[in-house]
């Protein structure tokens, strides 16, 4: 409907008005009511805004639930091997030379044999006192490594008799600790190599072959080797080379092979040449300085060398191949050469031969030790004694007299003390060097004594009954 029209009804239903209002007037009250309105509403708004608003109130985040871990215990710290070697360096230089602490090892933890687990226990325990004055300078770490088996190997140095000695040992890993274990072959791979010295070497050609693992420790063997020829061969007098370019005497060839499963060495000659082979040198160890008394390979030098530079000494190697007379005095004088190393080396007695009698332990009723020629006369006392040229041809003899092998075997030995004692050590070495060119023991004896032989089977009757 339009503003400008208005109806008016009266009270006769009938009656209708319709009138048009006035289009100013209505304009004007419109206007004043919208401006009031704007008023009222201006001054709400300035009334609301005066008012505070209250702090608005905080929205809490949903709670996330807390796992809370179970507390694990700290794993442990794993021994390091430093600290298990260091260890055993402590247990042997407190231990040495007492019987129930000994190292023991068990075969079962490196699949060998009860007799290799002794063996190898045997090295640790010789004599020798392991250790030194500063606890903290017991052992010395070179170089680790592992081996596919999870054995760990060392190469180290301990002081031992006042020096440092040298070797490899191994570890396992057993019960939360590192355990010192038997050798692990794995560490030798199988590969090898040659060392040759020539004509040059001072011994002659030698010839080594070993597992490449022990290069690092191969000049250490040939330095055994070598010191322990010349010394024998300086001893004994062996005869000198025709050729004089040459500074080592013909006859006597050496090849050396490091074969790790040995433990003893392997000695094999045949037409002049000597095969030796010999336990690894990482595990049986050696000293750094070769004179140190009790050096095992000095002693495997000595114990391999000794026959075969006797016969080279005796002034003709090959004659013993196709003619063995005599042969009972020269394997007495290499049991009497044994000795007398065994005084000036102290070898390590697992790789020398036994002593032959008397032994240390043998004493007379005064407390004095038995002499050597007292010890012989009492194991020939009982028996007859042989005639001396019987000695000379026993290779034809033995099988007539071999019930009486021991006799020969002592009385030929008694022999060389007797010389010994007669003409001292000079004499025996005229008596080897004559051996290798007599044709019998009256010529040997004649040559190398000055003497007549029946004066000296007259003496020697007479030194054996105690005269």
Known sequence: MSPDVEWRVG???????????????????????????????VSLGVIYRSIPEPSPKPIEPTRIPTIVPTPSLPSPTREPLEAAIQRDAFHLATSSGEADRRLTFDPALGRMSQAYADWYAALQNAPGAWG????????????????????????????????????TRFYRWQNDRWIWTLPDWSLWQGATATVLTG???????????????????????????????????????????????????????????????????????RRGTLHLGLPAPRVVGYYEDPST????????????LIDPIVRLASGNYARWETDRSGELFLLAIATWKRARVRE????????????????????????????????????????????????????????????????????????????????????????????????????????????????????????????
């Open 132 to 167: 030194a004055t500063d606890p903290q300078a017991l052992v010395a770490v070179f170089e680790t490594g592992r081996l596919p088996s999870n054995v760990v190997w060392a190469d180290l140095g301990q002081i031992r008799n006042g020096d440092f000695f040298r070797h």
């Open 11 to 41: 009270e006769d239903a009938e009656q209708e008005i319709i009138a048009q209002t006035s289009r100013v007037h209505r304009s004007r009250r419109s206007l004043w009511a919208v401006t009031i309105a704007i008023g009222l509403g």
């Open 293 to 304: 008394l009790g050096d095992p390979y000095v002693a495997i030098a000595y114990a391999t």
């Open 344 to 467: 000036e080396i102290q070898p390590h007695e697992l790789f020398y031969p036994p002593a032959f009698p008397p032994p240390a332990a043998d004493r007379l009723p005064d407390g004095q030790p038995v002499s050597q020629r007292e010890s012989y006369a009492r194991v020939l006392r009982n028996e007859s004694l042989l005639p001396l040229d019987a000695l000379w041809n026993w290779n034809r003899n033995e099988q007539a007299f071999s019930l009486l092998q021991h006799v020969a075997v002592n009385e030929a030995e008694a022999v060389i003390i007797f010389i010994e004692d007669r003409y001292r050590e000079e004499g025996v070495v005229r008596f080897l060097n004559a051996l290798g060119q007599a044709p019998s023991l009256e010529k040997a004896i004649e040559t190398a004594l000055s003497v007549r032989y029946a004066e000296f089977n007259r003496q020697w009757v007479q030194w054996i009954a105690g005269g």
């Open 199 to 269: 004509e040059a070497s001072a011994i002659g050609p030698l010839t080594i072959g070993h597992p490449i693992e022990e290069a690092p420790v191969i000049g250490a063997v040939f330095n055994r080797f070598t010191r322990a020829y010349l010394n024998l061969c300086q001893s004994l007098k062996c005869p000198p080379p025709t050729d004089t370019a040459r500074m080592w005497t013909p006859g006597l060839t050496l090849t050396l092979t490091i074969q790790p499963m040995l433990t003893q060495p392997d000695v094999r000659e």
